[in-house]
T-cell receptor
Framework: SQQGEEDPQALSIQEGENATMNCSYK?????LQWYRQNSGRGLVHLIL?????REKHSGRLRVTLDTSKKSSSLLITASRAADTASYFC??????????FGPGTRLSVLP | ETGVTQSPTHLIKTRGQQVTLRCSSQ?????VSWYQQALGQGPQFIFQ???????GRGNFPPRFSGLQFPNYSSELNVNALELDDSALYLC????????????FGPGTRLTVL
């Protein structure tokens, strides 16, 4: 079974709007990462946040981590049609493998 | 795109058959992990290979097996295929000392009829 849960499962917004996706996990983690997947293809790494970090930025992406609530959020600002994809959080608990959530399907309408 | 390649891109098999999927890791990487992603779900960890040995395994039965070769490429073998094995199979390569930097290949789409 998967450790994490993403919320919402699906999100539809207009171009230029911001998109926020949330992720929860169940056990303590070392790092948490966010990935993007286009149409069932390979995963593209977006950003990594370490357990001792609370917020991280990369371009139009902003990730927060709240270890007390075992949750993370991914904010995409000024969304574009090209941002349409599925987004997954993946946590590692000091092991050698990632535990992925079920993902959020984002649709950005032109 | 990452330097991780997978073959074949698509594959159709029938129930009970056996299948072998292949993965070439990115240059400089010595660790390969395999994941199964069912439709509409997140990837699930199958196992990882390092120094040609299995190093960690998820909740998958023994009919899922693998190999890693001296050039760090890897194979995933699935015996006695079941309908539920239909999925996208992803491999990811990394350096052992930087395991959290995993680079994923494009995947192999397996359909079991």
């Amino acid at each position: 079974s998967q450790q994490g849960e993403e919320d919402p499962q699906a999100l539809s917004i207009q171009e230029g709007e911001n998109a926020t996706m949330n992720c929860s996990y169940k056990t303590s983690i070392n790092n948490l990462q966010w990935y993007r997947q286009n149409s069932g293809r390979g995963l593209v790494h977006l950003i990594l946040i370490r357990s001792n970090e609370r917020e991280k930025h990369s371009g139009r992406l902003r990730v927060t981590l709240d270890t007390s609530k075992k949750s993370s959020s991914l904010l995409i600002t000024a969304s574009r049609a090209a941002d349409t994809a599925s987004y997954f959080c993946a946590s590692d608990n000091y092991g050698q493998n990632f535990v992925f959530g079920p993902g959020t399907r984002l649709s950005v309408l032109p | 795109e990452t330097g991780v390649t997978q073959s074949p891109t698509h594959l159709i098999k029938t129930r009970g058959q056996q299948v072998t999927l292949r993965c070439s890791s990115q240059s400089g990487h010595n660790t390969v992990s395999w994941y199964q992603q069912a439709l509409g779900q997140g990837p699930q960890f199958i196992f990882q290979y390092y120094r040609e040995e299995e190093n960690g395994r998820g909740n998958f039965p023994p009919r899922f097996s693998g190999l890693q070769f001296p050039n760090y490429s890897s194979e995933l073998n699935v015996n006695a295929l079941e309908l539920d094995d239909s999925a996208l199979y992803l491999c990811a390569s990394s350096r052992w000392d930087s395991y959290n930097e995993q680079f994923f290949g494009p995947g192999t789409r397996l359909t079991v009829l």
